[in-house]
Structure formats: C-alpha cells, structure tokens
C-alpha cells in the first residue's frame, strides 16, 4: 500500500479526494451540444470543465473500489467528504478487517488514521509516490491539485476512432513539478466529458490508462461513475473506483478536517 | 659438464658489476613485491565482498516463489515454510537454513512517517556465524513485539531503545497491516538493508502482523562449501515438495556482484603485466650493457671456436639468475608482509588519520575501510613465471646480437 512506488501521479487528476470529486462532479448541463459531433470543439472549454469537475462547495459520496492484482481481488467500500480543493476525508467502511481506516488531505498533507493502534501517521514527501490504499492511484494523485487549463500547454489533435471522440494533448509546462511529460485525453462528441485519459511519463513512455464510464446524471449532473485505472507495464493490474452515491454543493462542517477530530471521532 | 661451467661462468659474470646487477635485481623484487602486494589488497577485498554477498544476506542457496524476484510483493510466499526447511536440513551439504520475511512498511515515532523494512526472522536460526543476529541474539531477545533497529535508520529518524514504533504495511491479502513494536534495540549489522533501514522481528510477530499462517517469503541456505550451491539447488529442486519454486545459487542470484569480483582478477593482471614491462626493459638493459663491456671477449670465444649457441645459453642463464634472486626477495618480502598483515588487516582510514575504520554499502555491498590482506599460492607461482619468462624474453635481442658477432671484426674493433 505505501511502499510500491508505482507509475502514476496526481498531475493528471486530481484525485480522490477528487477521484471522488473529478470522476463525478464534472457534467455542466446543457454540455451535451450535438456541435461537438459535428466540429471541432474549443480545447480551452473542455479543459475549463475538466477542471471546473473537481468544483463542489462541500461533496459526500460513497464509493467502492476494486483493486485487482494477479493472484487476488480486494474490494473496499469506502465514504469521502471534501471541501473545495483543499480538504477532504476518506474513511474505509468495509472489509470489516480495514473498517474505520482514514485518509485525511489538508493542502499538501496526507495523514493515515490506524484505528487498530489509535495512531495518526502523516505521510513523508518520499512516499508520495508510494500507492494509496493498495490502489493503482498514489498518495500523491490525492494530494496534487493540477489545472489542466493552466499547467499544461493544450492542442487538440483530432479525431479519435478508439475511443470514438475529440483527442487533446496536454504537455506539462516546464516549470510543473510531476510525474507526467504528457497527458492524452479523449472527450466525448456527446458530452464533453472526458472517456479516456493516457498519462506519459517524464521519458514519454505510456504509464496509465483511466477510462471514464457509466455516465449517470446524479443532482442534475452528468458525471461518469465508473473510473478504471490500468497501470503499463504492470499485467494483471488495475483499480476500478465506482461511485455508488455522490452529492454536491452538501454542507460539510470544517471540522471534519482536523487530526484531532479524525481521533476523536474514532 | 658444459652447462655446469656455463653456469658458473654466468654467475662470475653477475658479481663483475655487482652495483648494476644489485640494481637489477632490486627492480626484478620490487616488482615482484607490488604484484603481491596488489594481488593480496585485491584477494582481501574481494573475500569482503563475497562474504558481504554471501554471508547474511544473500546466502549460499534462496528459495522462494518464482515471481518473488521481480515483484517482492508480500504475497509471494512460500506456504508449508516448517516443512519445507526440514527438507532442506536434511540435505548432508546444508550447514543452515532459515526462513525470512520481508515487508516494506511505513514506520512512525509520532506523527511524522518515514520509510522502513520489516524482516521477519527466526532469532535461533539467524544466531550461527552468517546469519542476521550473529553474535547478537543473547542479548536481543525478539519476540512479544519487540524488534530490533538498523544503527543508521534509527539516527537518521530520531529512533531510540525503548520506543514504541507504529508499523502500517499491506498484509498477505493487499488489507492493511499496522501494529505498534517496542524497539529492544538499535544493532550494527554486517547487512545494510539492516543498517539502513531495517527493523527486524520474529517470524511469529511478523506472521501476526501479516496475517500469515507457516508462510515465508525467501528460505536462505548457508553450504558446508559454497562451491557446491549448484548441485545442492538441483538435488533440492528434485523434491516434488519444492519443484514448483525457484531454487537459485548465489552465481545465479548476484551475477553482477559475480562481475565485479571477478573484476579482481583483470586487475590483478594489469599490475603484472606493468610489472613484466618494467621487468623486461630492466633485464634487457642489464644484459645488453653486460654484452657490450664483453664484448672483445666474447668476440675472443668465437673466434677460438665457442658454439654461438653456449654464448646464448650463458646470457639467458646469467638473466634468469638475475630474475631468479630478484623473485626470490620480492616473493620473500612479499610473503612476510603479508603474513605479518593477514590477522590484523590492514585499516586505510586509521592510516589516513581517522580514529575509526567506516563501512560504506553499494547495491547490499558492505565495504569496509579496513581490509585483510590474503594471499594465494598461486599467486606467488604466477609471478614466477611471468617474470621468469620476461627475463627469457628480454634475453632475444642480447642473444641475436651475440650469435651474428663476427668474431675478427669485434676484435679489431
């Protein structure tokens, strides 16, 4: 869970607390333009709503998540409150074994409530790039927050057949700190909503692939529920989040947010 | 007959200019002396290293699942572990045996979380000269929680005997895994993952902590002769009970630390063959300033009818006595220094002035500042004959000179 250093970073989504967020949230209504099947659309509009997604005064969501490794499957259950960008709670409701096991974001800080020893661990910026929860996500795709829009240089290349839907290529500027040197997305013509992302390493070689499915309209937003992670180079692998219940713009007390609450509470 | 008064005439010859001969012979032993002494720096440090290889970490044999090299994922285990090591005990060439456990895992004092290794070990199995504990087990006793810290991971994070330190890893079945340890105490060991980041536990503990039944990760075989590793991986691997893992021998297991090692002996080569180059330009300079002061006699021998061929035999006898002495001393020097080295060792950093010896570790090499010189007899016996048939060598050019000597020119002349 902590130590596998694997090949995905936060530049390309802001994560959990935003996978939370950015899987879900996006969806601006009246998206769905049937312009976009016929021309081109404009990159900067795309790109605003993909980071417009991660957006929400206060969101609570449930959320299953399928980590597949070659010789086991583990499914975890898990509840996230978050306020804007910068906080957001993460606690594992199931199995029983891992229930009560807690993710704290605030800013950059990751911390670990251990309900078993009653300890708050925060993590070191060495294993940031270390895996959260056994996932095929890191620690530090929880943490990060990316503008799409504003760290990346953007062109759209086209037409893509495989998904069907318009290509974006972001590149890193070069002044971002991260993992990715580039970061292909695909929207799609119906809804702008992103249906697949590829996120290219600092030597440009393919180290992920997240595909955005099950586009369900939850609170008037249409948002894909689905999110898989496939890591390259790594056979056998790969991390489904699934929301089983999402909701936006909710009242979340600040004081979720605070180590002293995350014992306390426990 | 002949060759008995060629010799004696050969060594004459020698005590002619004793000053050039003493000098000859004193290059020839010197060099002999640093191909030695290279040659013993380099044996020493390369049995550091084989044993630093082979010794508590890497062993002579490991056993564990084929994929465990390429993913060290704590779920690789090798299920049955108990009865999987008394098979292995009970092969005549095996001395040890013993089961691990590894598990990279997020250790924290307080709040702040740092990176560190848990190995789960058997302290009874790990007390002979190569295991982890060697030397260390009576008076840290594992178990109940308690574990031991690597001297350099403990003062680079702040950890102290008597700590409490809170370990969260992933478990047998990708679950969490935490649990809080006392540190018994903070150890140097000859291992650097040890050193470095190592916090170690019975296997017991670490099953608990794992969730893991009679389940260990890697099986480390310690051979009465290391030699025989290969044998003993394929014997062992016969057993319908281990077939289906992966036994490797230590060639197998580190083949570029194998390299390396043998690196010694390019080494080693190059030094004797500097050695050769300065030998032959020596000798042959000798020889070529002896021939030329004989000249008129040798020009006198010829010319009363010496065979050209006793005038050869004489100059390659007169350098191969000159080479013989000089192997003899530089061997003789070469010996005693060694020998007088052998048990203490040799520590740079004391010589250069530090109060202590240091250790630095390289990809699991533990290096030390402080070397034990060895030497082979083989060793010795190469540079014998290198430098005696550099000495034959350096004889072909005074040689050829001699047997195309007109005998009535050079007397004239």
């Given at each position: 869970m902590y130590w596998k250093n694997n090949t995905m970073n936060g530049n390309s989504i802001r994560c959990i607390t935003s996978v939370v967020t950015i899987l879900f949230l996006a969806c601006i209504p009246?998206?769905?333009?049937?312009?976009l099947k016929r021309e081109p659309p404009e990159v900067e509009s795309l790109l605003d709503r993909l980071d417009e997604l991660?957006?929400?005064s206060g969101t609570r969501s449930t959320m299953e998540i399928v980590i597949v490794r070659p010789r086991k499957t583990r499914t975890m259950e898990l509840k996230s409150w978050s306020k804007g960008q910068d906080k957001a709670l993460i606690i594992v409701q199931s199995p029983p074994r891992d229930a009560g096991t807690a993710t704290l974001k605030v800013g950059d800080n990751l911390w670990n409530y251990l309900p078993k020893i009653s300890r708050t661990i925060r993590v070191p910026p060495s294993m940031m790039m270390g895996s959260w929860m056994g996932s095929d996500i890191t620690n530090d795709d929880i943490v990060r927050d990316t503008s799409y829009r504003d760290d990346y240089d953007y062109r759209l290349t086209g037409w893509s057949d495989d998904p069907p839907g318009w290509s974006v290529e972001l590149v890193a500027k070069p002044d971002l700190v991260g993992l990715w040197n580039r970061v292909e997305f695909i929207f799609s013509p119906?809804?702008?909503?992103?249906v697949l992302a590829r996120h290219f390493d600092r030597k440009d070689r393919l180290s992920r692939t997240m595909k955005f499915e099950n586009v369900k309209t939850i609170d008037s937003r249409t948002v894909p529920t689905l999110v898989t992670i496939i890591p390259e180079r790594e056979e056998g692998k790969q991390s489904s989040f699934e929301y089983k219940d999402i909701e936006f713009d909710v009242e979340v007390d600040?004081?979720?947010?605070?180590l002293s609450q995350l014992e306390r509470k426990h | 007959m002949a060759l008995q008064s060629t010799f004696r005439i050969a060594r004459r010859n020698l005590g002619r200019n004793l000053r050039r001969t003493i000098l000859a012979v004193t290059a020839i032993a010197v060099g002999q002396l640093a191909f030695l002494g290279v040659s013993a720096l380099m044996h020493g440090y390369a049995n550091q290293y084989f044993d630093s290889i082979?010794?508590?970490?890497?062993?002579?044999i490991q056993i564990h699942q084929p994929e465990w090299r390429d993913e060290?994922?704590?779920?690789l285990t090798i299920p049955n572990a108990t009865e999987i090591l008394e098979i292995v005990r009970a092969?005549?060439?095996?001395?040890n045996a013993s089961a691990r456990i590894y598990a990279p895992s997020l250790v924290a004092v307080e709040h702040d979380g740092f990176m560190g290794m848990v190995m789960g070990i058997d302290p009874r199995d790990e007390?002979?000269?190569?295991?982890?504990?060697s030397g260390l087990e009576q008076t840290h006793p594992l178990g109940e929680r308690r574990v031991v810290v690597g001297r350099i991971f403990a003062d680079k994070n702040g950890i102290e005997k008597g700590m409490e330190l809170a370990l969260v890893g992933q478990d047998i079945d990708g679950s969490i895994a935490n649990n809080l340890f006392t540190v018994a105490d903070v150890i140097n060991s000859p291992v650097a993952m040890v050193n470095t980041m190592g916090i170690v536990m019975s296997l017991e503990d670490a099953r608990d902590y794992l969730r893991?039944?009679?389940?260990?990760n890697e099986i480390i075989i310690h051979l009465e002769?290391?030699?025989m590793a290969s044998p003993v991986a394929a014997d062992l691997l016969s057993d319908p009970i281990l077939a289906h893992l992966e036994i490797l021998g230590w060639r197998d297991l580190v083949p570029h630390l194998l390299t390396m090692i043998e690196f010694v002996d390019v080494y080693k080569f190059i030094v004797l063959f500097i050695v050769c180059i300065a030998a032959i330009a020596g000798i042959a300079n000798t020889m070529m300033m002896s021939m030329f002061e004989r000249i008129h006699e040798f020009g006198m021998l010829l010319s009363l009818g010496c065979n050209p061929g006793r005038l050869a035999r004489l100059i390659l006898i007169e350098a191969s006595l000159l080479a013989l002495i000089g192997l003899i001393i530089g061997s003789g020097i070469g010996i005693g220094l060694v020998t007088l080295t052998s048990d203490q060792g040799i520590d740079y950093a004391r010589m250069g002035g530090n109060e202590s010896s240091f250790e630095v570790a390289f990809q699991g090499l533990q290096m030390s500042s402080h070397v034990y010189p060895n030497l082979t007899t083989s060793d010795i016996l190469i540079g014998i004959a290198a430098i005696l048939l550099t000495a034959i060598i350096a004889t072909i050019w005074p040689i050829l000179h001699v047997i195309h000597l007109e005998p009535v020119e050079v007397m004239r002349s």
């Amino acid at each position: 869970m902590y130590w596998k250093n694997n090949t995905m970073n936060g530049n390309s989504i802001r994560c959990i607390t935003s996978v939370v967020t950015i899987l879900f949230l996006a969806c601006i209504p009246g998206f769905s333009d049937e312009s976009l099947k016929r021309e081109p659309p404009e990159v900067e509009s795309l790109l605003d709503r993909l980071d417009e997604l991660y957006e929400s005064s206060g969101t609570r969501s449930t959320m299953e998540i399928v980590i597949v490794r070659p010789r086991k499957t583990r499914t975890m259950e898990l509840k996230s409150w978050s306020k804007g960008q910068d906080k957001a709670l993460i606690i594992v409701q199931s199995p029983p074994r891992d229930a009560g096991t807690a993710t704290l974001k605030v800013g950059d800080n990751l911390w670990n409530y251990l309900p078993k020893i009653s300890r708050t661990i925060r993590v070191p910026p060495s294993m940031m790039m270390g895996s959260w929860m056994g996932s095929d996500i890191t620690n530090d795709d929880i943490v990060r927050d990316t503008s799409y829009r504003d760290d990346y240089d953007y062109r759209l290349t086209g037409w893509s057949d495989d998904p069907p839907g318009w290509s974006v290529e972001l590149v890193a500027k070069p002044d971002l700190v991260g993992l990715w040197n580039r970061v292909e997305f695909i929207f799609s013509p119906d809804t702008g909503l992103p249906v697949l992302a590829r996120h290219f390493d600092r030597k440009d070689r393919l180290s992920r692939t997240m595909k955005f499915e099950n586009v369900k309209t939850i609170d008037s937003r249409t948002v894909p529920t689905l999110v898989t992670i496939i890591p390259e180079r790594e056979e056998g692998k790969q991390s489904s989040f699934e929301y089983k219940d999402i909701e936006f713009d909710v009242e979340v007390d600040d004081g979720m947010f605070s180590l002293s609450q995350l014992e306390r509470k426990h | 007959m002949a060759l008995q008064s060629t010799f004696r005439i050969a060594r004459r010859n020698l005590g002619r200019n004793l000053r050039r001969t003493i000098l000859a012979v004193t290059a020839i032993a010197v060099g002999q002396l640093a191909f030695l002494g290279v040659s013993a720096l380099m044996h020493g440090y390369a049995n550091q290293y084989f044993d630093s290889i082979t010794g508590p970490f890497v062993g002579h044999i490991q056993i564990h699942q084929p994929e465990w090299r390429d993913e060290r994922s704590v779920d690789l285990t090798i299920p049955n572990a108990t009865e999987i090591l008394e098979i292995v005990r009970a092969h005549d060439d095996v001395r040890n045996a013993s089961a691990r456990i590894y598990a990279p895992s997020l250790v924290a004092v307080e709040h702040d979380g740092f990176m560190g290794m848990v190995m789960g070990i058997d302290p009874r199995d790990e007390s002979h000269d190569d295991g982890l504990l060697s030397g260390l087990e009576q008076t840290h006793p594992l178990g109940e929680r308690r574990v031991v810290v690597g001297r350099i991971f403990a003062d680079k994070n702040g950890i102290e005997k008597g700590m409490e330190l809170a370990l969260v890893g992933q478990d047998i079945d990708g679950s969490i895994a935490n649990n809080l340890f006392t540190v018994a105490d903070v150890i140097n060991s000859p291992v650097a993952m040890v050193n470095t980041m190592g916090i170690v536990m019975s296997l017991e503990d670490a099953r608990d902590y794992l969730r893991m039944d009679d389940d260990a990760n890697e099986i480390i075989i310690h051979l009465e002769d290391k030699e025989m590793a290969s044998p003993v991986a394929a014997d062992l691997l016969s057993d319908p009970i281990l077939a289906h893992l992966e036994i490797l021998g230590w060639r197998d297991l580190v083949p570029h630390l194998l390299t390396m090692i043998e690196f010694v002996d390019v080494y080693k080569f190059i030094v004797l063959f500097i050695v050769c180059i300065a030998a032959i330009a020596g000798i042959a300079n000798t020889m070529m300033m002896s021939m030329f002061e004989r000249i008129h006699e040798f020009g006198m021998l010829l010319s009363l009818g010496c065979n050209p061929g006793r005038l050869a035999r004489l100059i390659l006898i007169e350098a191969s006595l000159l080479a013989l002495i000089g192997l003899i001393i530089g061997s003789g020097i070469g010996i005693g220094l060694v020998t007088l080295t052998s048990d203490q060792g040799i520590d740079y950093a004391r010589m250069g002035g530090n109060e202590s010896s240091f250790e630095v570790a390289f990809q699991g090499l533990q290096m030390s500042s402080h070397v034990y010189p060895n030497l082979t007899t083989s060793d010795i016996l190469i540079g014998i004959a290198a430098i005696l048939l550099t000495a034959i060598i350096a004889t072909i050019w005074p040689i050829l000179h001699v047997i195309h000597l007109e005998p009535v020119e050079v007397m004239r002349s």
